[in-house]
């Protein structure tokens, strides 16, 4: 992928002032978002306003020329380069939502000292800091709309739809499809409920709106034909090109000013999660409202049912089959809540059968079929699924999350821990694993010993039945008297068994501070009860973890002073010790904590990677084929079995096979398709490793250490073929 930024004419950064930097890597919305917001911060807080904009040869063309939108003195005075940007961004702070623990005082000392912050969230609404008023910040970031400069072309088109608008603002509908239902497109492999809403809603609303009033509604969609619909059904429907020329417009123009004139509508009514109408709403003060929620419960339950019998009819009511699997969520959930799971099931697999392959539908079936109790229904799907090339993680993940309990149904104990252990490699932070997790703990169904090692001793108080002891958030009943169970944390088992969850954490698993501000919250929950020594080993797990190696060893040879049979302790110390150069020390304080628990084979794979990565590879290639054969819970023990492996000749055929065994489980990964193609590249095995490498170069996942070698490949393929 070739990979730039929009460059400024002067790339020397000053090195003393702090900058709110603005970046999104994403379409047009969710970068004027970030814009805004950090215009509004520099602004506010007398800093410099900078812009990195991003631009792959994978972008939509709208997005790769900003000077379709911007004026030249505008990218010249704000925009900087990718190196520049990319060599400050590790100390910058990352602007959320909230922002707590930086009040007036904080935010002023770090920016006196030369902080440089980043707004790049997708904000639910406005960035704004503990002391700040949310309405006030509204108004700024507004108000930072002036400080933009535009096209000619743009300015222009500005002016005539402040005069169109200027009498009677409409309301505005603004129906997201675009990418999302182009069966071409990678968007259109998941859903987005929150950013796509079944046109059955906007139906129904206007139809309610048309009984009530003659006022104007103005339709903003990236698909044609979902405005041509709304204008058929009422005349006071109308579009941007009633307005303005739009035939002298590029899409990059046309997105920018369709944004605009949606923000001088007085209401937008759209779906809650589109950063575009959120924008729009952003630059005119005001909201975004769901559709959904307009709508009395009688009418959004006929929006739905309208759904659903256009859904039973066939897909001649939808814009093809990628439009019918985005309407899927909605339709579920409706099934669900009126028992008609088995129906909806059925209706999904008809989809399914007629090409709907997609990850999302798999995850839907499998949640219908639990709707009614069909548990080895669900364990079919799950099947089913496993056998396609579905490129997303957080679908497997959720399939095997929803499996722990179709196991549990038939009282399959080590199905649902393998399920668990599974949905955690696909995706260690898959929403409800947590819960999950918990309550699989205080049934006494999940132990250390069979699962990923933790701390059973690191305890929390807990009120019961409630969400932190494991209950529902509602329907349960929650008990006065506050117990002591275990604290069970994601995080925590992210963090020590990180080599062997799979997939590649998101930059903020490891920024510091959003690592102080999880710490902070488990210490505030864990430190009334548990014992020094589980105490002091979690905060030598996250002192680690920030980069406070010291304070690390100190905190776990206390633990261990005190706990000396405790492998986890153990294996934490020699992390420790590793992180702090003593590579000798920590590769046989591993090596004890791996003799310590024999069964539990994953000290003895963290042992192997360590040795393997240390430069003692021969150690940990036996290391790793000690545990292999017990690994069916732990895919990424065996692909990591297989890389170390196939370092040496004279285990490359074993490596094969253990890299064929990681690739089945994996459902079309491209991690762990580009990590098999280091194994066949190491084996020699030109022809299946062109096949990979023909795959990865298809779905556009083809790492750039691969490309010449593709290519090589390709071309002496083709010559031979000759």
Known sequence: MITQGIQNKDEMMPKTKSAAFAFRVDRMGSRMIAILNALRVATDYDIDFKLYWLITDTMSDEIKDPSQIFSQNFIDKYFVAKDSFESLQPDMFEVAYRNPGWDEAKLKSEIAKGKNLLLSHAFASVATFPHEDEKQVRKGVAAAFDRLEFNPVVASMIDKINIALDDTPPIAYHIRRGDIIDPNSNAANKVWPKKYTPREFYHIHLQRHCEKSDGKILVFSDEPREVDRLKSMSSHVLALDDMIDTDILNDAQFDFLSLYAMSRCHEIIGPPGSAFSETAALFGNGTVTDVQETLSPEDHDSALALLVSHLDSGPEHFLGLADVGQTLPFASQYWLKKNQSKQGAAITRKYLDMGLNRAYIYVILCELYLGHDDAQAALDIRALAQKQELQFDIAMATINLMCVRAHLAQNDKSGAIQSLCLSLWSFPNIQGAEKTT??????????????????????????????????????????????????????????????????????????????????????????????????????????????DVKRALKLHRAATDAMPKNALYQKRLGDALIADDQIGKGIRTLKHAAELEPNQILFTAHLAEAQVKNKQVDDGIESYRSIVARADNY?????KAALALSRKKNHREQARKLGLIALENSQGSARV????????????????????????????????????????????????SA
């Open 438 to 547: 918990l309550q699989m703990v205080l049934n006494k169904l999940l132990t250390p010993e069979n699962f990923f090692p933790f701390d059973l001793t690191l305890t929390r108080f807990a009120l019961p039945g409630s969400p932190a002891a494991g209950g529902n958030k509602v329907g349960g009943i929650i008990g006065k008297k506050p117990i002591e169970i275990p604290f069970v944390s994601i995080d925590m088992i992210s963090r020590d068994w990180s080599l062997f969850l799979g997939k590649r954490r998101h930059r903020l698993f490891h920024h510091k501070d959003r690592i102080e501000m999880l710490f902070s919250r488990i210490k505030s929950v864990c430190e009334r009860c548990s014992p020094q020594h589980a105490f002091d080993s979690m905060v030598g797990l996250y002192a680690l973890e920030m980069g």
């Open 635 to 639: 895919p990424e023990i065996v692909l």
């Open 673 to 720: 398709l580009n990590a098999y193609a280091t194994i066949l590249k190491r084996c020699g095995s030109k022809n299946e490793l062109l096949a990979i490498l023909s795959i990865l170069q298809e779905v556009g996942t083809l790492r750039p250490a691969f490309q010449k070698i593709y290519d090589k490949l390709s071309t002496d393929f083709k010559r031979k």
